[in-house]
């Protein structure tokens, strides 16, 4: 039996898999600054679940953002890790520890695996931009161009963190789309700064133009120039955000309080941005390692008193 309560396939042993799991728990434990508060309000085969997407997730990431690779040689890597992937979910045998563990979440919590293809194009997406040099240049003309990518990067996460959340409303598969939104978009503002200094501009040329900006602009920022595009941007995210009040009794009981520790977090960290008038160039804006505990604290009380 793995530890999901699931049956497992004869190829992997109930210790490879008890190794996978604590191998991406340590990754997840690491690497996710802000998602790991939200893990730590669940029940432990919810929290193993989650840990195996995002120990996928950041493999992902880490190739995409390979200095050490050309933009087609990570391209290439993204894509054998997709195959390795399908293969291991097909009954393949692999000594990856974290698709053997993402095997068995994507058995036990039925995930689509198309959602786990759109994660991989998320990535690759940023990659495909950077084929011409990391020159700066304007990515989206529009917003809905941006909203496309945000789907891609974020959106289809949280699909998947639903599936294994719990729920029965088929309207919670568009909230957690918008939740995603909400989730990029707040990171996309805070890392304006050193986004830029890689040649990536996510904010759109349209959104730019309304207040007289060019590309040019992110390349010797002025805080107070760029603080009414990021301040629409933030309006934007704040709407997002609202989905997620809809979301949360959508899902079953025992994960309700770790999708509101996650809300919770980048809300706060999206007023953070707005207190300091949308300067985000003097210093990356992050919520302290008390302020995410405060947050947990009130989350794990959710689960006595709702």
């Known amino acids: 039996m793995s530890t999901s309560g699931q049956t497992v396939p004869s190829t992997v042993t109930e210790s490879q898999l008890s190794t996978a799991y604590s191998v991406c728990r340590r990754i997840a434990r690491s690497a996710a600054k802000n998602f790991y508060y939200a893990f730590m309000a669940l029940p432990r085969p919810k929290r193993d679940a989650l840990s195996s997407v995002y120990a996928f997730m950041r493999h992902c990431d880490d190739l995409s953002d390979d200095p050490n690779l050309l933009a087609p040689d990570r391209l290439a890597r993204l894509e054998n890790w997709r195959e390795q992937m399908h293969s291991v979910l097909a009954g393949g045998v692999s000594d990856e520890p974290v698709l053997l563990a993402l095997a068995d979440t994507v058995r036990v919590f039925r995930i689509k695996p198309e959602l786990l293809d759109a994660l991989v194009e998320g990535t690759a997406m940023d990659v495909r931009e950077m084929l011409e040099g990391p020159t700066l240049k304007l990515w989206f003309e529009t917003f809905e161009q941006l909203y496309n990518y945000c789907y891609h990067v974020a959106s289809v996460v949280g699909l998947i963190c639903i599936r294994i959340f719990g729920y029965e409303d088929p309207a919670a598969e568009k909230l957690a789309e918008q939740c995603g939104v909400a989730f990029q978009l707040t990171n996309i503002i805070r890392d304006v700064k050193e986004d830029a200094a890689m040649g990536r501009i996510y904010l759109p040329k349209e959104d730019l133009a309304m207040f007289g900006l060019a590309a040019?602009?992110?390349?010797?920022?002025?805080?107070?120039?760029?603080?009414?595009?990021?301040?629409?941007?933030?309006?934007?995210?704040?709407?997002?955000?609202?989905?997620?009040?809809?979301?949360?009794?959508?899902?079953?009981?025992?994960?309700?309080?770790?999708?509101?520790?996650?809300?919770?977090?980048?809300?706060?960290?999206?007023?953070?941005?707005?207190?300091?008038?949308?300067?985000?160039?003097?210093?990356?804006?992050?919520?302290?390692?008390?302020?995410?505990?405060?947050?947990?604290?009130?989350?794990?009380?959710?689960?006595?008193?709702?």
Not at 264 to 281: G, M
């Open 216 to 306: 040019s602009a992110l390349r010797d920022p002025e805080a107070e120039r760029l603080r009414p595009v990021l301040e629409l941007v933030a309006e934007r995210a704040r709407g997002y955000y609202r989905a997620a009040d809809d979301l949360i009794p959508m899902i079953e009981p025992d994960s309700q309080p770790a999708l509101w520790v996650l809300v919770s977090i980048y809300r706060r960290l999206l007023e953070k941005i707005a207190e300091r008038n949308y300067n985000v160039f003097r210093g990356r804006v992050r919520l302290s390692r008390a302020e995410k505990v405060t947050i947990l604290t009130r989350g794990l009380a959710r689960r006595f008193t709702a």
